[in-house]
């Protein structure tokens, strides 16, 4: 390590959450952990964000769930999931051998759920955020139902604030005409941050059979097609609130998280690159390092915003 | 994961090649059954690894046989000689280690025939290959098997070569005459019918049958649940397990096949 990499500081805050680096993996991206954990040094991450958790056991949807696109990824895995206890008996004791805070994303089908999954969380060791999915395209009831409405969004912020000491990240839907609105609502249901942009609702027909692709029939698309449409709305959702805001949506490097940042995004989110390389969010990472070698920054905080409108 | 180069890339018969890679971190861990995750060079605009059952592995080098059948496979075709390739592996679990006192027979539909090759060349015994495909130049491996001492049953849909059917006809016909002489155990690698048709053989003449499937997957890596199969569970329950990880080999009894799961909703 030279003495300039030596001043460097990659850290950042979310809440009152310390990141030792703001390169999170998104969720349903990387499993539970064990998944991936003979390839990546988990205590690496700025954090670990876990999939979707209901309150109980969920199966998903039928396969097929996932459809290559150009430049992306149509799936509609339904958040099979083995519910809160399930996770916390299953998972917890081997995300505490490493180093890196553990956010769960959660969700219900119904505002009540919700509270009692972020209750069973908030009671288990081990968890040190939630993320509330107010956004999934793939379950008939819960996820995007209630997060393209400003009131419903609200009332689940509201349930989940109550039920948790937890810092609270709601995880927001790319699908609504003004996310500034559903950004302040977050602050002001008194959430310590905000994520976004879940996938963009999308559909493959097989012109063959004349039938859906997916047994969902609909599915969401991620990957670097949607990338361009996640920066604008980061920069939107930054400019309207004060609390940080976590960007993902078709990271594959380092300029890709860089220009998150410079939107306004406090920390990133790697994803559907996970699939494809495993190794991406550390790339990632090292990328950010020498950005800023290369531009005199010496803290990372100082990039947030950076962003010079013409 | 690892960067390969390409020792040789070969047409092994018409429409099949051999791609020869240098892996010597990977080829040493292989075990019969396994498959590498490869991302395709000059596939371009898609993102995902294509998986691939590995037909020969030593301690330098592991050989896939492949069919181009679609986009990505096509382009593979085109990949030379000290290219290098991205490969995740090996993956799955492979091939549980076979019971000596069985003659073991494999069943192979098409290329399905890569993965048993590996594991036929490292068992201790030899037994019977039954490999089917539509016609003769789909019947690949039969000289491989035959150098190491198998007894090779061949069937094609349109009687080019060995019995005309299906390679289950060619099953039947040895398991009539056979069965109850000595205990077998089945493996099988082919598509999800004939997959089907054997594991309900081994079923009815109460063999052991490890099934070798073959799902779309996503990451290969059990991250992004993709290519789920629903398994009878030992206490009877059924839960989705998913094909890359905690596959891609299930045995007959434990997969409840899609239209068998539909019928139990009804």
């Known amino acids: ?310 | 994961m690892a960067v390969s180069l390409v020792r040789s890339h070969s047409e092994k018969q018409a429409g099949y090649r051999e791609l020869v890679l240098e892996a010597p971190t990977i080829a040493p861990l292989v075990r019969p059954g396994q498959f590498v995750h490869l991302r395709i060079p000059r596939l371009e605009h898609r993102l995902l690894r294509r998986p691939f059952s590995i037909f020969m592995a030593d301690q330098d080098t592991l050989t896939i046989l492949y069919k181009s059948v679609g986009t990505g496979t096509q382009l593979l075709t085109q990949v030379e000689q000290g290219e290098a390739v991205s490969l995740l592996g090996p993956l799955g679990n492979g091939f549980p280690e076979p019971n000596n006192d069985h003659i073991p027979l494999l069943i192979a539909g098409g290329y399905g025939v890569a993965p048993l090759y590996l594991l036929a060349s490292r068992m201790a015994r030899t037994g019977v290959l039954f490999v089917g495909g539509r016609t003769r130049t789909d019947i690949l491996c039969d000289d491989e098997f035959e150098a190491l001492g198998w007894d090779v049953q061949i069937a094609t849909e349109d009687g080019s070569r060995g019995i005309q059917g299906l390679v289950t006809s060619a099953l039947d016909a040895w398991a009539a005459n056979n069965a109850g002489a000595e205990p077998a155990e089945l493996f099988a690698c082919g598509p999800d019918g004939m997959l089907r048709a054997v594991g309900e053989r081994a079923i009815t003449h109460n063999w052991k049958g490890w099934l070798s499937l073959d799902k779309h997957m996503g990451c290969g890596m059990g991250a992004c649940l993709a290519c789920v199969q629903r398994i009878r569970q030992p206490d009877g329950s059924i839960e989705w397990e998913r094909v890359c990880k905690d596959g891609p080999i299930f045995e007959a009894r434990e997969i409840v096949w899609e239209q068998e799961n539909e019928d139990n909703h009804e």
């Not at chain 1, 009540?112 to 107010?134: F, K, P, R, S, T």
């Not at chain 1, 995007?144 to 912020?157: E, K, L, S, W, Y």
């Open chain 1, 1 to 310: 390590m030279s003495d300039s990499d030596a001043m460097l500081d990659l850290a950042v805050n979310i809440g009152e959450l310390r990141l030792k680096n703001p390169v999170m993996v998104a969720s349903g991206t990387f499993g539970y952990g064990p998944e991936y954990a003979d390839l990546v040094d988990l205590s690496k991450l700025g954090a670990m964000v876990v999939k979707g958790i209901r309150k109980i056991p969920w199966e998903g949807n039928e396969p097929p769930r996932m459809v290559e696109v150009p430049g992306g990824l149509v799936n509609a895995i339904g958040l099979q999931g083995p519910g809160a206890q399930g996770f916390v008996d299953k998972y917890i004791p081997f995300l505490k051998q490493y180093d890196v805070p553990v956010i769960v994303n959660i969700w219900g089908t119904t505002l009540e759920e919700y509270g009692e999954v972020a209750a069973i969380l908030d009671a288990a060791d081990g968890v040190h955020a939630l993320e509330i999915n107010i956004s999934c395209p793939n379950v008939k009831e819960g996820g995007i139902a209630f997060g393209t409405n400003v009131d419903t969004a609200a009332n689940v912020m509201q349930m989940v604030r109550k039920n948790t000491r937890l810092p609270v990240i709601p995880k927001l839907s790319p699908n609504v005409p003004n996310i500034g609105d559903f950004a302040k609502i977050a602050e002001q249901c008194g959430c310590d941050a905000i994520s976004l942009i879940n996938t963009l609702p999308a559909m493959v027909i097989d012109i063959e059979t004349r039938r859906p692709v997916l047994t969902n029939t609909v599915g969401g698309l991620s990957g670097p097609a949607i990338h361009p449409v996640a920066v604008k709305l980061v920069w939107e959702a930054a400019a309207a609130v004060n609390i940080p805001v976590i960007a993902m949506g078709g990271i594959q490097n380092a300029q890709d998280a860089i220009e998150f940042i410079l939107a306004g995004a406090s920390a990133v989110a790697v994803g559907t690159a996970n699939f494809v390389d495993p190794m991406t969010p550390l790339t990632v990472i090292d990328g950010i390092a020498d950005y800023m070698r290369r531009h005199n920054v010496q803290r990372f905080s100082d990039l947030i915003g950076a962003l010079d409108v013409h």
